[in-house]
């Protein structure tokens, strides 16, 4: 049973640059799933930002293209989401979730980002 | 983008009742190429993340009750939930994943009436 699990700051200050990680156990990153990243405003629904494959390809989201980065380490069988110049909009639990061709099947925990001063 | 919208926003049932909550897509997710639809369900409790119910518009992910049915065509999906029981209470989501960027409906409440 693969498991997700995120890390990273719970809270980032405006206009800073947000840097999430995605350990991955149970299964190794470099399968045929692509890996992907989901955040949740809170109190609202689900916003997809993107996914990474095992070759490294990435997919965006457009509305968030211009500051989305994503990445594989295989060495650590995780992957990581970098989005910059964050904003109180960019408050939210960002999951991440494994995608393999048909949704996504299994997610982490999630994470609570808050942008703040 | 395509738009995806679920309705009801919000479901009343009673214990035991059926359950149908209904998403349209702007436009088809039908890949002619293989006949299948790229349209999935989840169920999300407070304070948790997403679960995968359906994939393919109408496969059940293993381990999910029998209760739990997807179907529809095109552009106009369902979920229905035959016998509703207290711990399918949650927020249901539909989901499209034959384009980028993949798009979710805004979410139905399902609640005990």
């Known amino acids: 049973q693969v498991k997700l699990q995120e890390s990273g700051p719970g809270l980032v200050k405006p206009s800073g640059t947000l840097s999430l990680t995605c350990a991955v156990s149970g299964g190794s990153i470099s399968s045929t799933n692509w890996w992907s990243w989901v955040r949740q405003s809170p109190g609202k629904g689900l916003e997809w930002i993107g996914e990474v494959s095992p070759g490294g390809y990435n997919n965006y989201n457009p509305s968030l293209k211009r500051r989305v980065t994503m990445s594989l380490d295989k060495s650590q069988n995780q992957f990581s989401l970098t989005l910059t110049s964050m904003t109180a909009a960019d408050t939210a639990v960002y999951y991440c979730?494994?995608?393999?061709?048909?949704?996504?099947?299994?997610w982490g925990q999630g994470t609570l980002v808050t942008v703040s001063s | 983008d395509i738009v995806m919208t679920q309705s009801p926003d919000s479901l009343p049932v009673s214990l035991g009742e059926r359950a149908t909550i209904n998403c349209k897509s702007s436009q088809s997710v039908l890949n002619s190429a293989n006949s299948k639809h790229y349209l999935a369900w989840y169920q999300q409790k407070p304070g948790q993340a997403p679960k995968l119910l359906i994939y393919w518009a109408s496969t059940r992910e293993s381990g999910v009750p029998d209760r739990f049915s997807g179907s529809g065509s095109g552009t106009d999906f369902s979920l229905t939930i035959s016998s509703l029981q207290a711990e399918d209470v949650a927020i249901y989501y539909c989901?499209?994943?034959?384009?980028?960027?993949?798009?979710f409906g805004q979410g139905t409440k399902v609640e005990i009436k």
């Open positions: 979730a494994r995608d393999p061709g048909f949704g996504h099947d299994s």
């Open positions: 989901q499209q994943y034959y384009s980028i960027p993949r798009t």
